[in-house]
């Protein structure tokens, strides 16, 4: 059974339709990630169309009526009144006061309802990734890890961050990454200083500790990674550090399973950090769904009782920092089993990068030398 159907078959009863405007949840029941309006009634669904989108929104829905969008909003009152539509529910959580009256005094003849069940009910269908969901991650997750393989292989001495975020940016573009974000941050942590400043422009190659934010998209549905790398000799106290990070994260993927409570996540790992030596305070954690939305739920606060389910996909990353130092971070896109947790990232999670990435580690630092 197609989302669009599930979600009409759940509606409460005195409900006749729902008007989808938001883009997240647009794309979840059409699959199209283009501007318009969806209408689902309880018989036929219908698409109305940006006209800039239009061409290609027929080569993409199925099983829906598409019309131009003007069109579309001008027959609503013929739609309603043919399919006995008195009351449409709008997304709560994603409609502006001023549009929905906007749609109210357009639209007398209709009720237009904020009902926040259906905010609810969308929310449960799109926790769990289908298979075409989960396929779209996983492509978005192979292009991150290709455009940042390839960015580090050709990094040089003289670049600063601008520019290596720059090249990050093309080269997720260049393999069809969508919707795009990259953020690229260093301090001067090497041996030969160690003070936690920022270094000047250039000089990448003399200590520095980088740390990479990566979001892309495939067909709209994103993925996110964080990794922190030293170039050269890292201070021992941000190798301590990463180590401590790995043991954690190493022990998390072995715990986390369906059931397993949000907020028991972020407790977990202050208190196994704890244990190695690490004050919870220099720990900052962030955790969230990922889908259709960069940032959905659940959201891993403290006191979240919200339970992971299998087939739910999210985002978890955990930052430590080290006074003096900087910070080292890590973080990867993962998916909930039926019997566990598996992460979809595949490149290394070390502070030293692995040979032949192109970065220079310790050792090729000192045969250099």
Same mark, same amino acid.
């Given at each position: 059974?197609?989302?669009?159907?599930?979600?009409?078959?759940? !509606?409460?009863?005195?409900?006749?339709?729902?008007?989808?405007?938001?883009?997240?949840?647009?794309?979840?029941?059409?699959?199209?990630?283009?501007?318009?309006?969806?209408?689902?009634?309880?018989?036929?669904?219908?698409?109305?169309?940006?006209?800039?989108?239009?061409?290609?929104? =027929?080569?993409?829905?199925?099983?829906?009526?598409?019309?131009?969008?003007?069109?579309?909003?001008?027959?609503?009152?013929?739609?309603?009144?043919?399919?006995?539509?008195?009351?449409?529910?709008?997304?709560?959580?994603?409609?502006?006061?001023?549009?929905?009256?906007?749609?109210?005094?357009?639209?007398?003849?209709?009720?237009?309802?904020?009902?926040?069940?259906?905010?609810?009910?969308?929310?449960?269908?799109?926790?769990?990734?289908?298979?075409?969901?989960? %396929?779209?991650?996983?492509?978005?997750?192979?292009?991150?890890?290709?455009?940042?393989?390839?960015?580090?292989?050709?990094?040089?001495?003289?670049?600063?961050? &601008?520019?290596?975020?720059?090249?990050?940016?093309?080269?997720?573009?260049?393999?069809? =990454?969508? &919707?795009?974000?990259?953020?690229?941050?260093?301090?001067?942590?090497?041996?030969?200083?160690?003070?936690?400043?920022?270094?000047?422009?250039?000089?990448?190659?003399?200590? %520095?500790?980088?740390?990479?934010? !990566?979001?892309?998209?495939?067909?709209?549905?994103?993925?996110?990674?964080?990794?922190?790398?030293?170039?050269?000799?890292?201070?021992?106290?941000?190798?301590?550090?990463?180590?401590?990070?790995?043991?954690?994260?190493?022990? !998390?993927?072995?715990?986390? &399973?369906?059931?397993?409570?949000?907020?028991?996540?972020?407790?977990?790992?202050?208190?196994?950090?704890?244990?190695?030596?690490?004050?919870?305070?220099?720990?900052?954690?962030?955790?969230? =769904?990922?889908?259709?939305?960069?940032?959905?739920?659940?959201?891993?606060?403290?006191?979240? &009782?919200?339970?992971?389910?299998?087939?739910?996909?999210?985002?978890?990353?955990?930052?430590?920092?080290?006074?003096?130092?900087?910070?080292?971070?890590?973080?990867?896109?993962?998916?909930?089993?039926?019997?566990?947790?598996?992460?979809?990232?595949?490149?290394?999670?070390?502070?030293?990068?692995?040979?032949?990435?192109?970065?220079?580690?310790?050792?090729?630092?000192?045969?250099?030398?």
């Amino acid at each position: 059974m197609d989302k669009a159907s599930k979600l009409m078959l759940s !509606l409460p009863k005195e409900l006749d339709a729902v008007l989808i405007t938001s883009p997240e949840n647009r794309l979840y029941f059409t699959g199209f990630s283009g501007d318009g309006v969806l209408l689902l009634t309880r018989n036929p669904f219908y698409f109305f169309a940006a006209s800039q989108s239009y061409g290609a929104a =027929g080569k993409s829905i199925r099983d829906m009526i598409l019309l131009p969008l003007e069109e579309g909003l001008s027959a609503l009152p013929e739609i309603c009144e043919k399919y006995s539509v008195q009351r449409i529910a709008v997304e709560a959580e994603s409609l502006p006061v001023a549009r929905l009256k906007r749609l109210r005094g357009r639209y007398p003849q209709v009720e237009f309802l904020v009902d926040d069940r259906v905010d609810a009910l969308i929310a449960k269908l799109r926790k769990r990734k289908t298979d075409y969901e989960l %396929d779209c991650i996983r492509a978005a997750q192979k292009i991150t890890e290709a455009a940042f393989t390839k960015t580090l292989r050709s990094l040089k001495p003289t670049e600063t961050e &601008r520019q290596l975020a720059a090249k990050l940016e093309y080269e997720l573009r260049l393999l069809s =990454g969508e &919707r795009n974000f990259v953020s690229v941050s260093r301090i001067n942590g090497g041996s030969s200083a160690g003070n936690g400043k920022k270094s000047s422009a250039g000089d990448m190659f003399k200590g %520095d500790v980088i740390t990479f934010h !990566l979001e892309t998209s495939v067909k709209g549905y994103s993925c996110h990674m964080v990794r922190t790398l030293s170039v050269g000799n890292p201070p021992e106290e941000l190798r301590l550090a990463c180590d401590a990070l790995l043991s954690v994260w190493s022990v !998390l993927l072995k715990t986390i &399973r369906p059931g397993t409570f949000c907020g028991q996540i972020e407790k977990d790992c202050r208190e196994l950090l704890e244990q190695r030596g690490y004050s919870p305070t220099f720990l900052r954690i962030v955790g969230h =769904g990922i889908g259709a939305a960069r940032r959905e739920p659940p959201f891993f606060a403290p006191d979240s &009782r919200e339970e992971l389910e299998s087939g739910m996909v999210f985002f978890l990353s955990m930052a430590l920092f080290v006074p003096g130092f900087g910070r080292v971070e890590i973080g990867d896109t993962l998916q909930v089993t039926e019997t566990g947790c598996a992460s979809l990232c595949t490149y290394p999670k070390g502070l030293v990068p692995e040979t032949g990435s192109g970065v220079p580690n310790a050792a090729s630092k000192n045969q250099e030398d």
